[in-house]
């Protein structure tokens, strides 16, 4: 496709479910990002994969989050025992990826998650 | 470490009037900066970004940013607002090596009046 997918575009699910949401990015892009972005907490940097390196998980909440990048491509990000505080909407963006200089960051339209 | 700060999380400008979103920032490396504009129910689009060439940068629709160094700023500005411009607008900063992640700041919800 010609943009970042996000699957499904919303997703209610009851309080102790485990949620896998899923992002295609752009063919080719080899760095793909999860944000969530939550009232009281603005845009969090959740993950960040490059290529085939370790991903960076310092912006993950808990232990209840988890993420993999099957084939340097598609990604999914599961919530396990979800709880009320992790509803928010749950951005992915691509980017063309490492080297020298800046490459921008092209956001999907996101996930939103309610946890009732 | 890093931040960014966005005073006012809401801004009420007239049709035609100057937009001015203001944004400030911290970083302990030379920043990479931008602008980011969401409208309701989409995800980020970048407006413009500042990767330390020429200091006044022009994005798309006509806004427009100042990096300055010593004020540690990079404000976002459009002459004349349209009634399209209604958004939420997030600035954010990153350490400057390509693929590094975004911090935001907390964003300003731009609503323009007829």
């Known amino acids: 496709g010609a943009g970042v997918s996000q699957s499904p575009s919303n997703k209610v699910t009851e309080k102790g479910k485990d949620v896998e949401l899923r992002c295609d990015p752009i063919?080719?892009?080899?760095?793909l990002y999860w944000y969530r972005q939550s009232l009281g907490q603005g845009l969090e940097f959740l993950i960040y994969?490059?290529?085939?390196?370790?991903?960076?998980k310092s912006g993950l909440p808990s232990d209840r989050f988890s993420a993999e990048r099957t084939g340097g491509s598609v990604s999914t990000l599961t919530i396990q025992r979800t709880q009320q505080e992790d509803s928010a909407v749950y951005l992915c963006?691509?980017?063309?990826?490492?080297?020298?200089?800046?490459?921008?960051?092209?956001f999907g339209q996101g996930t939103r998650l309610t946890v009732v | 470490a890093q931040s960014v700060t966005q005073l006012g999380s809401h801004v009420s400008v007239s049709e035609g009037a100057l937009v001015l979103l203001r944004c400030n920032y911290s970083?302990?490396?030379?920043?990479?900066l931008f602008w980011y504009v969401q409208y309701p129910n989409q995800g980020l689009q970048l407006l413009l970004k500042?990767?330390?060439?020429?200091?006044l940068v022009k994005g798309i629709n006509g806004f427009e940013a100042e990096f300055k160094k010593s004020e540690t700023s990079f404000h976002l500005t459009k002459p004349s607002a349209h009634m399209s411009d209604a958004a939420e607008y997030f600035c954010?900063?990153?350490?400057?090596?390509?693929?590094?992640?975004?911090?935001f700041g907390g964003g300003t919800r731009v609503l323009v009046k007829p």
């Open positions: 963006a691509s980017s063309p990826g490492s080297g020298t200089g800046y490459t921008e960051a092209f």
């Open positions: 063919s080719g892009h080899t760095a």
């Open positions: 994969f490059q290529g085939n390196s370790a991903p960076d």
């Open positions: 970083s302990s490396v030379p920043p990479y």
């Open positions: 500042y990767t330390s060439a020429a200091t």
């Open positions: 954010a900063v990153s350490r400057g090596a390509a693929g590094n992640k975004l911090t």
